[in-house]
């Protein structure tokens, strides 16, 4: 079982904005930097966001993260349907000495 | 441009054991960790461990203590995961990941293509 949660879904139209949540605790999200990774259906995943809320060199700044206390948060504005995807949430957790990842979140365009 | 080059899908017995390579180029092999992450069917991420392309300490998930081992080849800039006692629910598709880390922070900022291993008799 995971350490971060997440929600299973979420979706918009295209065009439109779509925000998702990772909750964690003292241990994890609250003192360590949080990471996002998108994976497309049948591939790797990739690096989104590293450090709460910087963009590797390549992705668009329509994606954005940020973290408050023991929660962080993705957001995809001018959504396309190349977005579908599933997104993760990742970082270290102190008392488990291990990295963690989240539950994972399956982003529809409608 | 950075590049990590996964082995090829294996199908194993149960008890047996799998040794997954992932060969890198377009960077300096040494200056960077590598993390082993892996994704049953229609699961989450797991990570199992990293090891330090450096000086080959690691780091295994309390999970997999004592029945995998990372290493890498400096020479052929290679990583290898080897993961034994193979059960049914280590099936998967495993990847190796690139970790940027320091004192402060960790993220994987580039990952192999991924390696399917199914565990069936």
């Known amino acids: 079982q995971s350490v971060l949660t997440q929600p299973p879904s979420v979706s918009a139209a295209p065009g439109q904005k779509v925000t998702m949540s990772c909750s964690g605790s003292?241990?994890?999200?609250?003192?360590?930097?949080v990471s996002w990774y998108q994976q497309l259906p049948g591939t790797a995943p990739k690096l989104l966001i590293y450090e709460n809320n910087a963009r590797p060199s390549g992705v668009p700044d329509r994606f954005s993260g940020s973290k408050s206390g023991t929660s962080a948060t993705l957001g995809i504005t001018g959504l396309q349907t190349g977005d579908e995807a599933d997104y993760y949430c990742g970082t270290w957790d102190s008392s488990l000495s291990a990295n963690v990842f989240g539950t994972g979140t399956k982003v529809t365009v409608l | 441009q950075v590049l990590l080059v996964q082995s090829g899908t294996e199908v194993k017995e149960p008890g047996g054991s799998v040794r997954v390579s992932c060969k890198t180029s377009g960077y300096t092999f040494t200056r960077y960790n590598f993390a082993w992450v892996r994704q049953a069917p229609g699961q989450g991420l797991e990570w199992m461990g990293w090891i330090s392309a450096y000086n080959g300490n690691t780091k295994y998930a309390q999970k997999f203590q004592g029945r995998v081992t990372m290493t890498t080849d400096t020479s052929t800039s290679t990583a290898y995961l080897e993961l034994r006692s193979l059960r049914s629910d280590d099936s998967a598709v495993y990847y190796c990941?690139?970790?940027?880390?320091?004192?402060?922070?960790?993220?994987?900022?580039?990952w192999g293509q991924g390696t399917l291993v199914t565990v069936s008799s």
């Open positions: 990941a690139r970790e940027t880390s320091t004192s402060e922070t960790n993220y994987f900022d580039n």
């Open positions: 003292s241990s994890n999200i609250g003192n360590n930097y």
